[in-house]
């Protein structure tokens, strides 16, 4: 069949022990596994889109079949121009299957020769989103939970310069 | 009965294939359905008020029983002042139940004299929002499939011209 | 457009004041309401058919556009028989919506020409599902807040008479 | 790599274009697809294990790639003794998603080396379940838009001689 | 205040490691906790209800101030008779959400001196339900991560004469 | 036990019917409830942090055993510091649910000795949220339902001193 290429987008800011879990089970169903960093300036993200992609090639170094990049645009042209076939997303929680679903339906419609699958996150890390260890970060809390030490090294010292900036 | 008056009330930003599905089926249950188009400020929306008058005019005028307008202030007030007392909603999602319910029961409690009824969206437009069609639309992608020939032209125009202001 | 009929399909098993309350805000939708008792044997309800019907004239007797009949088979069939383009259906609670949902699409595929359209249970008597009014009245609890006095009686009777039976 | 195995587990009475669908997709994931069948007696289903198996032969025949089993016991000893890795999962609605995840997270605990993959099914034959298409069949519905011309006639011959039984 | 007492009510066919993880922490909020085992014969359930009210004397006689006890008939009757104010219960997942919630209000309907906390069960065991684990039981996989070693023998055991009795 | 303290966090912008539903039979679990106003700048709230604790201050004095407070920071810390080992949260809807169970279990990780509970808000109050109530105030709905009359005095106060801003 070829290469056997998935391709796993979001915006990794930062990058979770989910988020690893989940690329780590992925790989067992490709060749090769490209993470990929949308750029979501929408999203306004803490760290930028070198910084995220940078800190996911540290994490996932050990690995010899994933591939980080960054992507702008529509994903589903993204996901073409790379030769794959299969986006893979992870499913967290509930609140995220409606979401999901619908950019699932909504790519299928723009392109019915790529499919997405997902798989479930481990469930120790599931109920917690990016968006919540950066808060607890930023109270300076507690994350060894939920991120690598190299990443709660990232999020401190991103942190202090900001606060140094006010 | 008099005449029986539905309002359909909304921010259509812009007018969706899915919208133009409730409007039709909306039809059959009132006398006249009048399209009411919330200003909604709040939301920064991509095209103006008269704007999205204006494109659901084209959409619907070959129904003799639709009038379009705009309104600012409270739905219920609205409602009223057009002697209406069925406002009508469409549900796409399980997501969009709660924020429905919540809405209809706020409005019952404000004015119990006015009924909420709903709809179900056809499922071929289902998933799709408008901010996912802006999306597409602004990073050059296929919306065919979820908005009429009409509002793809004003999709482009208006990207178009954000694109040149920059 | 001639008559305006709408169809309130349901088990009703008993009337609830729930099901009282949507009767009362559909009639406002409607020129005639239909109260369709389903006789759904497969849930072996505890009233029979007759009894559901019955309960339901005397709670609707007030209303001059109301008429209560059963129905056997497809709904979809038995709509179409009665002149009926406009199928009721009251939602209370979010998993509800599901279930709904997947009949109003299916009984569209079925009937393209026949819509169904929902309205909210009033919140006081929302979460409460005629299976828990019986085990209730099993139970002997107080069923007053979700039954009418003829009800309550109905269901008292009704379990007496199962008690002597064993 | 070897083999990539994937394994299709449900009950299958009968199955539905829905299904048909995930397989057609599931396909370009694994090199074989097995269609495991479930015995599932306490579900009771209206067809034999054989008649479920060899409907689903009938449907796809024109895939070389395609295996139909039958099988009873846990799941996941099936899956390892087929030598798989991935078990294949379509979902429908937001209510099987809590199922879903509960299923494949229990399978994780029971054996790690296991994966549980998820497709979205196509919009089109989303919200019927194999349940209701049953219903329609029985109450002589039209059930073409769920089900293969083959997959009809085995309802209605099944539900012919079920009315003879009585 | 006098003396705080609460009732954790359930079925507990069996126990599991994750009702143990709840009474473990509601005893911080009580001074006594009530673990209410209901009979539910509505349920058929596999242990009898003193085979379950054993199985979890087992489990909590390591705490001082859990008493456990079965009854019959509306809960919250049994709840005054123990003088209690608080009916405890453990929330898994989002489905159980709105079952729990209508059963509160219902309640509270019924006696709003009555109380209903709610506690969410430890993530490890969060997805697994009664019925899955008997499930798995029944056909011979490892139920160690769900149950304790005591409630595993009792499985077996009961399996085992379940066999031998067809 | 020593004392039994409870906290009851929240951005009370402003304070509703439904909060003080919470805080009322919140009081019966606990000998001291504290509510605990987050500053949360980031939702950039509609009133100061002092006022919202006055206006909860007005709401309460009728009770001997609560205490109103500001927090910044990070709620676990603050709750150890007070002492408790209990987080007291309202459930709405459905919504809710999710949000809470991730921050429910979040908490647990950084903080395995203090407990979160929940109770239902009293439905009559259930669906509005201080956003909606924010909404009617400010296009001069009537908010009675929703809010005491100090409450509402304080909401037409601050938005005509936002109209006059200006």
Redesign the interface.
Known sequence: ?GD?IGVYPGTFDPITRGHIDIIE?GL??F?LLIVAVAESPAKTPLFSVEERVSAINKETEKFSNVKVESFD??L??YVRQKKS??VLRG?R???D??YE??????N???SPDV??????T???F????SR?IKE?AR????VN??VTPNVKRALKKKFASLEKAK
Chains 1, 2, 3, 4, 5, 6 share one sequence.
Not at 115 to 120: A, G, K, L, S
Not at 139 to 142: A, S
């Open positions: 069949m056997n089970r067992k169903l060749d645009g529509l589903i042209n076939r299969t499913l929680v509930m609140s299957f409606e679903f619908q950019m699932a339906l909504t299928r419609k723009l499919e997405t699958v997902f798989m479930m481990k469930e120790d599931a109920p917690v989103s919540f607890i109270l300076d809390g507690n939970p939920f």
